[in-house]
């Protein structure tokens, strides 16, 4: 009888907790705990946090190569390239183009935001990391988590799970990381500055735009085929107007099924071996720093471009450069409302912020076409 009962107890869990498992639990239950209770990012960080807590779970095998059921989500799903193009999918599909056409200075506010990428790659190599682990790295400050994904499963997928925390976690903090830099860069007058309302944008201008978008980029950066296609095709089924099934299938049940399988994946691949490392800590410091310095680069190129425009722009949409859709341009519009309750800049954000998405997507793709 005891031998019994000695053989269930070591082949239990319990006699394999390490811990290490019990921290990444503690990390588990933190991020649970910013989900639920502050709202942050709840529908990535949800998955996450549970894909966290139970590949943990001694024994579990969950992430055991060809059988665990949370592997096969993951080599499927991320390993395949299928997951990232379909939440790109639902995305376009859920996205306005409206506020960049009326207004194509906002392309130039997308790109300049990526400066913090670039700034934050060459800094990665100097703490150490190889040049693929970098990149990785440094996407963070693009804050598009299925980018982030997508370049770091092909270059440095071992840091798939830091990786994608952290960048999920900066999204979900922009609240409380770009309003300090916004206002440190500008002054009471420029943010008071009031924008005109933008011109109306046609519906054949919206059709078009996807269709040109998506020939224009894949040309010059056919690295970037995959993610770009697939945005463009669910924001051309949006503006269409004639495939409702299909523009409801995309923002609803594909997109809630993908992510589901996303969050849980990634958060998988954060078993205590891989997150309990020095490299580790350098991650999230690179990717706040990233996220920081793209933030910066956003509001300083805006008041740049006021230095030769005749209308001036509130530098503040300039922060909304980063992808964090459409999180940034509500901060943006918060931060001018309080220095001036007549000041409206959601829409006028909107469009950086759009096309920041499309900014990360050609850096990580430039990235991509060269390191891989």
Same mark, same amino acid.
């Not at 909304?320 to 007549?342: F, I």
């Given at each position: 009888?005891e031998?019994?009962?000695?053989?269930?107890?070591?082949?239990?869990?319990?006699?394999?907790? #390490?811990?290490?498992?019990?921290?990444?639990?503690?990390?588990?239950?933190?991020?649970?705990?910013l989900?639920?209770?502050?709202?942050?990012?709840?529908?990535?960080?949800? =998955?996450?946090?549970?894909?966290?807590?139970?590949?943990?779970?001694?024994?579990?095998?969950?992430?055991? =190569?060809?059988?665990?059921?949370?592997?096969?989500?993951?080599?499927?799903?991320?390993?395949?390239?299928?997951? =990232?193009?379909?939440?790109?999918l639902?995305?376009?599909?859920?996205?306005?183009?409206?506020?960049?056409?009326a207004n194509?200075?906002?392309?130039?506010?997308?790109?300049?935001?990526?400066?913090?990428?670039?700034i &934050?790659?060459?800094a990665?190599?100097?703490?150490?990391?190889?040049?693929?682990?970098?990149?990785?790295i440094?996407?963070?400050?693009?804050?598009?988590?299925? &980018?982030?994904?997508?370049?770091?499963?092909?270059?440095? =997928?071992?840091l798939?799970?830091?990786?994608?925390?952290?960048?999920?976690?900066?999204?979900?903090?922009?609240p409380?990381?770009?309003?300090?830099?916004?206002?440190?860069? #500008? #002054?009471?007058?420029?943010?008071?500055?009031?924008?005109?309302?933008l011109?109306?944008?046609?519906?054949?201008?919206?059709?078009?735009?996807?269709?040109?978008t998506?020939?224009?980029?894949?040309?010059?950066?056919p690295?970037?085929?995959?993610?770009?296609?697939?945005?463009?095709?669910?924001?051309?089924?949006?503006?269409?107007?004639?495939?409702?099934?299909? &523009?409801?299938?995309?923002?609803?049940?594909?997109?809630?099924?993908?992510?589901?399988?996303?969050?849980?994946?990634?958060?998988?691949?954060?078993?205590?071996?891989?997150?309990?490392?020095?490299?580790?800590?350098?991650?999230?410091?690179?990717?706040?720093?990233?996220?920081?310095?793209?933030?910066?680069?956003g509001?300083?190129?805006?008041?740049?471009?006021?230095?030769?425009?005749?209308?001036?722009?509130?530098?503040?949409?300039?922060?909304a450069?980063?992808?964090?859709?459409?999180?940034s341009?509500?901060?943006?519009?918060?931060?001018?409302?309080?220095?001036?309750?007549?000041?409206y800049?959601?829409?006028?954000?909107?469009?950086?912020?759009?096309?920041?998405v499309?900014?990360?997507?050609?850096?990580?793709?430039?990235?991509?076409?060269?390191?891989?």
């Amino acid at each position: 009888m005891e031998k019994v009962l000695e053989e269930l107890i070591v082949s239990s869990g319990f006699f394999h907790l #390490t811990f290490g498992n019990l921290f990444m639990w503690l990390i588990s239950f933190v991020l649970m705990y910013l989900a639920i209770k502050k709202g942050f990012e709840p529908l990535l960080l949800l =998955p996450i946090s549970f894909g966290i807590l139970v590949v943990n779970l001694p024994l579990t095998y969950l992430m055991k =190569p060809d059988s665990g059921l949370i592997w096969i989500f993951y080599h499927f799903g991320i390993e395949w390239e299928i997951i =990232p193009p379909l939440i790109f999918l639902g995305l376009g599909a859920m996205t306005d183009f409206g506020p960049v056409i009326a207004n194509p200075k906002t392309l130039l506010l997308g790109g300049a935001a990526q400066v913090g990428v670039y700034i &934050t790659f060459f800094a990665a190599l100097l703490f150490g990391f190889d040049m693929k682990e970098a990149a990785s790295i440094a996407i963070i400050g693009g804050a598009d988590g299925p &980018t982030t994904i997508y370049l770091t499963s092909h270059l440095a =997928p071992y840091l798939l799970g830091p990786v994608a925390v952290a960048a999920y976690s900066y999204m979900a903090l922009v609240p409380i990381i770009q309003p300090p830099i916004m206002k440190l860069l #500008t #002054t009471k007058a420029e943010r008071r500055i009031v924008m005109k309302k933008l011109r109306p944008v046609s519906k054949m201008e919206k059709i078009v735009f996807p269709i040109v978008t998506a020939i224009l980029i894949m040309l010059i950066v056919p690295a970037s085929a995959s993610l770009i296609a697939m945005f463009m095709l669910g924001n051309f089924f949006k503006e269409s107007g004639v495939v409702e099934r299909l &523009t409801k299938a995309a923002q609803n049940e594909i997109m809630n099924s993908v992510t589901i399988i996303l969050g849980l994946s990634v958060g998988a691949t954060m078993t205590a071996e891989i997150f309990l490392k020095r490299d580790v800590i350098f991650i999230f410091i690179l990717g706040l720093f990233a996220f920081a310095v793209s933030t910066a680069s956003g509001v300083l190129i805006a008041k740049f471009m006021n230095l030769f425009l005749k209308e001036k722009i509130n530098p503040l949409i300039g922060a909304a450069g980063v992808s964090a859709v459409p999180m940034s341009a509500r901060v943006v519009h918060k931060v001018a409302a309080e220095e001036n309750r007549q000041n409206y800049l959601l829409m006028h954000a909107m469009g950086p912020n759009v096309a920041g998405v499309i900014g990360t997507l050609i850096a990580a793709s430039v990235m991509l076409t060269f390191l891989k």
